[in-house]
């Protein structure tokens, strides 16, 4: 009915379910349900790793936090329920502990892909109280019962319950960047050790002492308590040590301690071997099974010795790479595989209702075990031996087709028992609390929600300080670092700190150099042209680099990475995203704007037929897009600053309404066009209030108009400018006619003392026509050859003027001021228009040939800092 | 400009719709539903939950969500929503999100009823907490978004 090796408790003990109640079943059957969910994940993002720099640590973590975990839980609980003869626990509360610990797997991958520490950190918390509350089950469950002589084994899931603890606390420190550059290194390293082979590894090793004969259909050996006892001393202890010493950076304790941890695998793998001469003339009760356990099994034997081997021959700073690769291989040799075995055995144990069933899943499982296992091993040595790129690809290509190849039928076996059980009269959803799944579903749903709703950078409105600012949203720069001759350009990079930063080195001179990051990654010689990319993580202090050749970091040959400091008062108001160039703090000119992000139309419209112009501005804030990638706060008339042009001829009447529909200041309005007291018509108005401003343009020229209040200098800092434009009589008429108002740009809100004294100090972040830094480079004017073009020019300041000249082309005609300077008959040219502040004018220029002409603020400073623009000529 | 103008009175009405309606099912799933449970006998706590749950859904399909909709409505008009703004991070984003957590709350409104007249009181009763969980994060969502 029910043969003696069928559940692994074997040896004198009551095995946990010999009728399986179907709510039993049923949660074996969610809990294997999860495990295959997180195993497909874990796929999937092992195969977008070319994409996502990211899905390597997903790929890592899915499998080995959510499947492997989940795996673990449940398994370690159902053994040592089984080992100790104990009664099961409360099946509410190992609910719990399994949803805490999926939770927590949920919140801290979530956490590290979307940025978000304080998922993170919730997620490890959560995850620290689950595994607790396992190992207090695990100690709780022994005192309570009798004990059977496997009794050491539950020994192994509590001692790696504590590794778990530690591990998540660690990997806790590790992925919030709080270590700092002196001993993230040795943590990170403590937590791959504690978590690979202390909350898997152990585990795993308890476990075979009682699966391995059972697979092979033989009896345990009679001294396997003692020898259980003894290899857990040894492993656990020697991990405990190594654990530490990682941490701590002493390499001595860590060689000892894996050393240690080395002699008790060495001894398990003693007895499994003698194990398997016992077995005579009888078959295996899976040879499946007992294969991939010794494949498994093999792989942590060469896993534990290569660790030791790096351990012994590199320094800890430079095993970062090494172990990377050796966790792919244990990853995929030892726990994937070790999981595959363990589930070809068990799971028919636990899901079917039968002896009979349990052979039919079995034999589904088992379907092709032999190629699959060569493949995958194949895979896993190609991934483990140090061959070019392509080899490793094709390793993790066939270790990807192999696990896919056992999941298929995992899930195949999970919805046939599913359907059998809805089947079942019992209904096992009796068990099922609908107010919990609806919580939980509930919760998700609103947890995306906000997810989405957070996405995507930095809102408009960077300006106005946001109201719960929580830690600075880290982005990954990567930088290009040349290494020229005994000099690494740049010498400074300045990041935010948290920034994720990428650095890509390239060597340009004929000698070889590399680059050594200050406990970090380094690059091998790089000959001339050779590039590497060096992955820092997180940068949370100051850190240098160097090359390591003699002498050649002592000329001079460094580089500094800067944290940038609280920039609270600088960058408020830049978006919290511009990525300053090294050495200014301006914003980015060399950046994209925004996506639809379209320039300021520069071309005059003509004059309207009418004499009188009413016009109608409305005074605000507007938030404009004043730099490639930078929002800032700007004060408007009629929402853009400049404000509009205004154009007429002499002698026309201009019937102004300003609407201050600023809720927080007064406003108003100066045409320097217009003769009249200013007394009312340039008052300042209260926010809602409006006037009326009627002036006649009765002398021609080039005029500015901008705001009357006081302290002008913000007012017009911040944008509230325009241009006016009254045409001279029998101006000739040109093919295109543009508007330029040149300005400066002060970042900042405004307002603030920051910006206020960068205003008094005549200190711009940039210089702008029409408003936009380079918004002309990026959306060039457009010319046709020999067509005649006129520019004209308003300076609005507020403090400086300027120097217009266009690259490439002579200027004809001149108009300065309500005067000709110089007309197309004489025989002079002129390359400058140049005006002081608030004045204007108009040059006008013919292009002989296509191509690509600048026009900027000859005072270079402007010009380099957005002051610059192009005219796109064509045929 | 007074400051209990039009757009407040507008903006007053979403609140206090949204506020019944968190409230109703507040009220109805942590006073009334339970002490029915208790008091009554079985028969009478169907008939009544029964008539309380249609009395509550009908209130909500005729008063509720009209009023939601029209003064969602206006306030988006109001504020200058557009389609292509709702995709842009911050406020399109967040209102998007909101408006789809809403739908997916009334769904799970509607799938309580339904469930319900199927005889699945299980699947009702875990609708009905979806309903209520989700109205809080659209609250959340909402009182995220600056005030129109």
Redesign the interface.
């Known amino acids: 009915m029910h043969t003696k090796n069928d559940d692994p408790a074997v040896g004198g003990g009551r095995p946990p379910s010999r009728s399986k109640p179907a709510g039993l079943r049923s949660r074996q059957l969610t809990a294997h349900v999860l495990v295959a969910a997180w195993a497909v994940l874990a796929l999937l993002a092992a195969s977008a790793q070319q994409t996502l720099p990211v899905a390597r640590w997903l790929a890592v973590h899915l499998f080995l936090l959510g499947a492997a975990t989940t795996a673990i839980v449940v398994w370690s609980e159902h053994f040592a329920v089984a080992v100790l003869h104990a009664p099961l626990p409360d099946r509410r509360w190992s609910n719990a502990r399994l949803v805490g610990v999926n939770a927590g797997a949920v919140s801290v991958l979530t956490g590290v892909w979307a940025d978000l520490p304080v998922l993170t950190g919730a997620g490890c918390a959560l995850l620290i109280t689950a595994v607790t509350a396992h190992l207090v089950v695990l100690v709780r469950i022994g005192r309570r019962a009798l004990g059977g002589r496997l009794a050491p084994i539950a020994d192994y899931y509590r001692a790696a319950a504590a590794a778990m603890v530690i591990g998540a606390a660690l990997g806790w420190i590790v992925a919030t960047g709080k270590a700092g550059p002196g001993h993230s290194t040795g943590l990170e390293l403590a937590h791959v050790h504690v978590m690979l082979l202390g909350w898997i590894g152990l585990p795993v090793l308890g476990t075979l002492f009682m699966l391995w004969p059972t697979v092979l259909g033989v009896r345990m050996a009679e001294h396997t308590a003692r020898l259980a006892r003894r290899v857990l001393a040894l492993t656990g202890g020697g991990l405990a040590i190594a654990v530490a010493g990682l941490a701590a950076g002493w390499r001595p304790a860590a060689v000892l301690g894996i050393a240690l941890y080395a002699a008790g695998v060495a001894g398990a793998v003693q007895l499994f071997a003698r194990t398997v001469r016992t077995v005579r003339n009888r078959p295996a009760i899976s040879p499946a099974a007992a294969w991939t356990l010794a494949a498994a099994t093999g792989w942590l034997v060469l896993g534990v010795v290569v660790d030791l081997g790096l351990l012994v021959a590199r320094p800890l700073s430079e095993m970062r790479d090494d172990i990377g690769s050796l966790v792919a291989v244990l990853l995929v040799g030892l726990v994937a595989q070790v999981l595959m075995g363990a589930l070809i055995y068990l799971l028919p144990v636990v899901l079917a209702g039968g002896p009979r069933e349990r052979a039919a899943l079995r034999a589904v499982l088992e379907r092709g075990w032999a190629p699959r296992l060569v493949v995958l091993n194949t895979g896993v040595a190609l991934l483990a031996l140090p061959l070019p790129g392509p080899v490793g690809t094709t390793g993790a290509l066939l270790a990807g087709a192999a696990g896919a190849a056992f999941l298929a039928p995992v899930v195949g076996v999970l919805v046939r028992s599913g359907r059998d059980l809805l089947r079942a009269p019992e209904r096992a959803g009796a068990s099922r609390r609908p107010v919990l799944w609806g919580t939980a579903a509930g919760a998700v749903v609103t947890v995306l929600a906000v997810l989405v709703a957070n996405s995507g950078g930095d809102p408009s409105g960077g300006a106005r300080a946001a109201g719960p600012a929580g830690p600075v949203r880290a982005t990954t720069r990567t930088v290009a670092v040349t290494l020229a001759d005994l000099r690494i350009r740049p010498a400074r990079i300045e990041v935010a700190a948290g920034t994720v930063l990428r650095l890509e080195v390239t060597n340009t001179n004929a000698q070889r150099h590399d680059l050594k990051v200050e406990d970090g990654p380094a690059t091998p010689m790089l000959a001339k042209g050779s590039t590497r990319v060096l992955d820092l993580g997180p940068v949370t202090g100051n850190r240098r680099a160097w090359c390591t050749l003699p002498g050649h970091r002592a000329a001079g040959m460094t580089l500094d990475i800067l944290v940038e400091g609280d920039a609270a008062t600088d960058s408020s108001g830049h978006g919290g995203h511009t990525s300053a160039a090294a050495d200014r703090g301006g914003p980015d000119l060399s950046a994209d704007f925004s996506a639809g992000w379209r320039s300021r139309d520069a071309d005059l419209a003509p004059a309207p037929g009418a004499t009188v112009h009413q016009v109608e501005l409305h005074a605000a804030h507007t938030t404009v897009e004043v730099a490639p990638g930078v929002k800032q706060q700007m004060w408007t008339f009629g929402g853009t600053a400049p404000g509009p042009t205004l154009h007429g001829r002499v002698g026309d009447v201009f019937e102004v309404t300003l609407v201050n529909d600023d809720p927080s200041m007064g406003h108003g309005i100066d045409f320097h066009a217009g003769s009249l007291a200013p007394d009312r018509p340039m008052r300042t108005i209260r926010p809602g209030e409006r006037l009326v401003y009627r002036f006649r343009a009765e002398k021609a020229g080039a005029w500015l108009y901008h705001c009357s209040t006081a302290p002008m200098l913000q007012h017009m800092g911040n944008g509230m400018y325009g241009a006016v434009i009254i045409d001279p009589p029998g101006l000739a008429k040109v093919d295109r006619s543009y508007v330029l108002v040149s300005s400066e740009l002060y970042l900042g809100t405004p307002g603030s003392t920051a910006q206020v004294t960068k205003m008094r100090q005549n200190a711009p972040d940039a210089w702008v026509f029409n408003g936009v830094a380079n918004q002309y480079a990026k959306q060039p004017l457009k010319a046709k050859v020999a067509e005649r073009v006129r520019f004209w020019v308003v300076a609005a300041g507020p403090s400086d003027g300027i120097a217009f000249h266009v690259v490439g082309t002579v200027f004809d005609t001149v108009y300065k001021e309500g005067g000709y300077l110089l007309t197309p008959d004489q025989p002079g040219g002129a390359q400058v228009l140049d005006l002081a502040t608030a004045q204007g004018g108009f040059v006008e220029a013919t292009f002989r040939e296509a191509g690509h002409y600048a026009f900027v603020d000859h005072d270079m400073r402007h010009a380099e800092s957005g002051a610059h623009g192009m005219v796109e000529v064509s045929d | 400009?007074d400051t209990v103008g039009w757009w407040s009175l507008v903006r007053f009405a979403h609140v206090a719709g949204a506020a019944l309606w968190v409230g109703g099912q507040l009220a109805l799933s942590l006073v009334v539903l339970p002490l029915a449970r208790r008091l009554l006998d079985p028969e009478a706590k169907d008939r009544f939950t029964a008539a309380a749950g249609r009395r509550f859904g009908m209130l909500t399909g005729a008063v509720f969500l009209p009023v939601q909709l029209a003064t969602g409505w206006a306030m988006a008009w109001h504020k200058g929503v557009t389609w292509a703004s709702l995709a842009?991070?911050?406020?399109g984003?967040?209102l998007?999100?909101?408006l789809?957590?809403f739908v997916?709350v009334m769904l799970a409104a509607a799938g309580h009823g339904i469930a319900h007249a199927k005889g699945r009181v299980?699947?009702a009763?875990?609708?009905?907490?979806?309903?209520?969980?989700?109205s809080?994060?659209v609250v959340?969502?909402a009182t995220?978004l600056p005030a129109t």
Do not use: D, H, I, N
Request: hydrophobic share 55%.
């Open positions: 400009m842009e991070p911050g406020y984003r967040t998007t999100t909101k789809a957590l997916v299980e699947l009763r875990a609708l009905a907490v979806v309903s209520l969980v989700g809080f994060g959340l969502l995220a």
